[in-house]
T-cell receptor, first 113, second 115 residues
Framework: QKEVEQNSGPLSVPEGAIASLNCTYS??????FFWYRQYSGKSPELIMS????GDKEDGRFTAQLNKASQYVSLLIRDSQPSDSATYLC?????????????FGRGTSLIVHP | NAGVMQNPRHLVRRRGQEARLRCSPM?????VYWYRQLPEEGLKFMVY????????ESGMPKERFSAEFPKEGPSILRIQQVVRGDSAAYFC?????????????FGSGTQLSVL
């Protein structure tokens, strides 16, 4: 049973601060990792993907992956109130030949002015 | 290029009725995934389909639930004899192919409420 764990939060940060969201996964052979953002009542949208150990930066977002520790994180710099949402971590790896992402429960982020 | 289209957005059913949820993938996408989301919970995988084939249905309850993706037309998730516990948001996602780095594109979801 593949598991993806996230702290449900809420994580509350002031505007302009760095928000750090964390995720751990159980399946060592997982190969790809995604962060989706979901606003309340809306559908998830992909914001970052990462496949290799280390950091990957895209604008204000940085994804970090450590396969040895089975840990992936998302940093949001200069947090804005519009970043307030639930952030879902997803992990992908072949399951019987099919690649089906497994999602965590999500971390609720609140950025207050 | 239209995104993933799901309908209806909201569906209300009484216990014992049938619910039919539709999903049209993005143009050029032949892989469809259905997920269920309960309040305060993440997305739970239900079923993965390609055109005319169910590839993986390991997350779908064995009874009352079925899914199809015909050669023509949308993918359908069908729930027979609904119960209150089926109330949830059902999201469909699509991708152009399958692979370790494949990204999913989600529809707006169908919120099913069972009275």
């Amino acid at each position: 049973q593949k598991e993806v764990e996230q702290n449900s939060g809420p994580l509350s940060v002031p505007e302009g601060a760095i928000a750090s969201l964390n995720c751990t996964y159980s399946d060592r052979v997982s190969q790809s990792f995604f962060w989706y953002r979901q606003y309340s009542g809306k559908s998830p949208e992909l914001i970052m993907s990462i496949y290799s150990n280390g950091d990957k930066e895209d604008g204000r977002f940085t994804a970090q992956l450590n396969k040895a520790s089975q840990y992936v994180s998302l940093l949001i710099r200069d947090s804005q109130p519009s970043d307030s949402a639930t952030y879902l971590c997803a992990v992908n790896g072949a399951s019987g030949g099919s690649y089906i992402p497994t999602f965590g429960r999500g971390t609720s982020l609140i950025v207050h002015p | 290029n239209a995104g993933v289209m799901q309908n209806p957005r909201h569906l209300v059913r009484r216990r014992g009725q049938e619910a039919r949820l539709r999903c049209s993938p993005m143009k050029g996408h032949s892989h469809v995934y259905w997920y269920r989301q309960l309040p305060e919970e993440g997305l739970k995988f239900m079923v993965y389909l390609q055109k005319e084939n169910i590839i993986d249905e390991s997350g779908m309850p064995k009874e009352r639930f079925s899914a199809e993706f015909p050669k023509e037309g949308p993918s359908i998730l069908r729930i027979q004899q609904v119960v209150r516990g089926d109330s949830a948001a059902y999201f469909c996602a699509s991708s152009p192919s399958t692979g370790v780095d494949e990204k999913l594109f989600f529809g707006s979801g169908t919120q099913l409420s069972v009275l």
